[in-house]
């Protein structure tokens, strides 16, 4: 009988109390990890989402002792166990590794790479503690190289949750009278968020008629500066859960991926907003991160290095093909389920 990995993520029963520690693009991506483990073994999944307490400290101290009580109780040499990085369970992830079971880090994101948590004992302690891992499964290459991961270990780069679908068709923007733009994220007005920078590229488009629909969650400050800047082609929508983006996505034409390229959280985390609109069929217009610069999927991304080249970037989309955008992420995806496939059998 085979093993059972343990697979430690934030799903569908996040709690409120968990916001300031993972966010709906982590839980989407921490779901799909799932859902790839089970295609190919046994997965006992640990929600560390779920809300333990209504006091944060009181859950966060049951979240790590209930997590330490099931690597006691269950693992062991052949137990393999992964775990998605999160300040809410970094004690635990830092004693697992005392647990004799062969360990995965899921890393989506450096959290001392934000202002928040920029400070030098904080930054030297998480990489500290999210070395030594058997294996990782990173947001990006670059990462390995921000956490001083060794080269020579294994590691599979998966930025977010890929769906590939072959029933689609062809999108003809000729017919089109207004080209439906899209951002998805976070909207921050201290960190020069891309929704800002949605807007921006969308006043100077000067081609085409177009449309600008974002949805994203933010503090109050944040959201009332973002509506100052809404006019009658620029919206903004709201938050709407992962599941929710699925279902939405396919209204529009292109996608929006823009954001500070100078910025350390986003110098070194592919943003997972590029793979939602890729799955969703959409051709991509994103800031040329370093990231996306090194782990670029497939040439329909079309790269904004000035506002000025709006168009430029929406000639781009119009000339990309859907079939190509699909059979480039089928690819990419069975390479990370052939990586992540070896690592799972050699950890047994």
Not at 182 to 188: N, S
Not at 189 to 216: P, T, V, W
Not at 278 to 299: E, F, Q, W, Y
């Amino acid at each position: 009988m085979k093993a059972t990995i343990l697979y430690f993520g934030f799903g569908d029963e996040c709690s409120s109390l968990g916001s300031r520690y993972y966010s709906p693009a982590g839980q989407d991506l921490s779901l799909f990890t799932l859902e790839l483990l089970r295609s190919f073994h046994k997965v006992e999944y640990i929600d560390c989402g779920a809300q333990l307490s209504t006091n944060k400290w009181v859950h966060f101290l049951f979240l790590n002792l209930k997590i330490l009580y099931l690597l006691a109780k269950k693992s062991g040499g052949r137990q393999c166990c992964v775990f998605y990085h999160s300040l809410a369970i970094l004690p635990a992830i830092s004693l697992a590794k005392f647990c004799g079971a062969k360990l995965f880090a899921q890393i989506n994101e450096v959290y001392s790479n934000t202002p928040e948590y920029n400070a030098w004992l904080f930054r030297s302690l998480e990489r500290k503690l999210l070395r030594g891992f058997s294996f990782y499964i990173l947001s990006s290459e670059l990462l390995a190289e921000k956490l001083g991961i060794d080269r020579n270990l294994n590691f599979c780069v998966l930025p977010g949750p890929i769906r590939i679908d072959k029933n689609f068709q062809e999108t003809i923007f000729i017919n089109k009278k207004t080209i439906k733009l899209v951002y998805i994220g976070i909207i921050d007005d201290k960190s020069k968020s891309g929704a800002f920078d949605a807007i921006e590229f969308f006043h100077n488009i000067s081609r085409y008629q177009c449309q600008l629909d974002i949805y994203g969650f933010g503090n109050e400050s944040s959201i009332d500066l973002l509506k100052s800047k809404l006019t009658r082609n620029v919206r903004f929508m709201g938050a709407l859960a992962p599941n929710e983006l699925d279902g939405v996505l396919g209204n529009y034409d292109i996608g929006l991926a823009l954001q500070d390229t100078d910025a350390a959280f986003s110098a070194s985390s592919y943003p997972s907003k590029v793979l939602k609109y890729l799955s969703a069929g959409l051709p991509v217009i994103a800031s040329p991160t370093p990231a996306i610069l090194k782990d670029n999927i497939n040439d329909s991304i079309s790269l904004l290095h000035d506002f000025c080249e709006a168009d430029t970037c929406i000639d781009v989309c119009i000339s990309s093909r859907r079939s190509d955008r699909m059979s480039a992420l089928e690819l990419y995806l069975n390479q990370v389920k052939k990586c992540l496939f070896k690592a799972i059998n050699n950890g047994f």
